[in-house]
């Protein structure tokens, strides 16, 4: 599934997605986990920002949202007037070298075909100033699947993960050290594994 049908799903479900997926929960509470880890004025980057507000509504002030769903950004500017957002694809970021603090992708990567998860790995930790953190979802098993009619829409979403270990080894060659891995219920009903790491 090419990058402008992934772009196309995300824009005809955004908004039910929105509705479904509850601003607070125990992933949006890893967030603080990386708060403290963090400056105070340290600017993070959500990737896959979406709607704005489960990840970058919760980070610090000068954050800024990145996604490649006009409609989600859209969704977002409503809901987040000040904060600047982006439109743009992960294995290309639009920003500068060791620009950011901190990298949130939550439940993003996996919608691009993961012979390009190193890419974008490498774009994060690029963006990323020494010692920043990434803090992301990830596949816990390996599949490559598009589910037609996913919530609903006439639209299929693409999913694509190598498994838990491809994804150490390409965040370890991406340059970063995995702090944690964790699995936390997800709340549209499942579990999701998320990892922090650090870039060396």
Not at 11 to 33: Q, S
Not at 127 to 153: D, E, F
Request: hydrophobic share 40%; net charge negative; charged share 25%.
């Amino acid at each position: 599934m090419d990058r402008d049908a992934v772009r196309r799903a995300w824009d005809a479900v955004a908004d039910d997605y929105a509705r479904r997926r509850l601003a607070g929960g125990e992933d949006t509470r890893l967030l603080d986990d990386l708060r403290e880890l963090l400056p105070d004025d340290a600017r993070v980057l959500d990737v896959g920002c979406g709607d704005g507000m489960r990840t970058l509504a919760n980070l610090p002030a000068g954050s800024v949202g990145l996604d490649l769903s006009g409609r989600q950004l859209e969704l977002a500017r409503g809901n987040l007037p000040d904060v600047p957002l982006v439109q743009g694809e992960m294995t290309t970021l639009p920003f500068t070298d060791a620009s950011v603090d901190a990298v949130t992708a939550y439940h993003a990567v996996f919608h691009v075909p993961r012979a390009d998860h190193l890419l974008a790995y490498r774009e994060f930790a690029r963006v990323l100033r020494p010692g920043g953190y990434l803090l992301t979802t990830v596949g816990a098993g390996r599949y490559q699947t598009t589910r037609r009619g996913w919530l609903g829409s006439d639209h299929s979403m693409f999913f694509s993960t190598p498994g838990r270990a491809v994804t150490r080894t390409q965040l370890g060659n991406a340059g970063f050290d995995v702090v944690w891995e964790r699995f936390v219920d997800d709340p549209l009903g499942s579990q999701a594994l998320f990892v922090l790491a650090q870039r060396s």
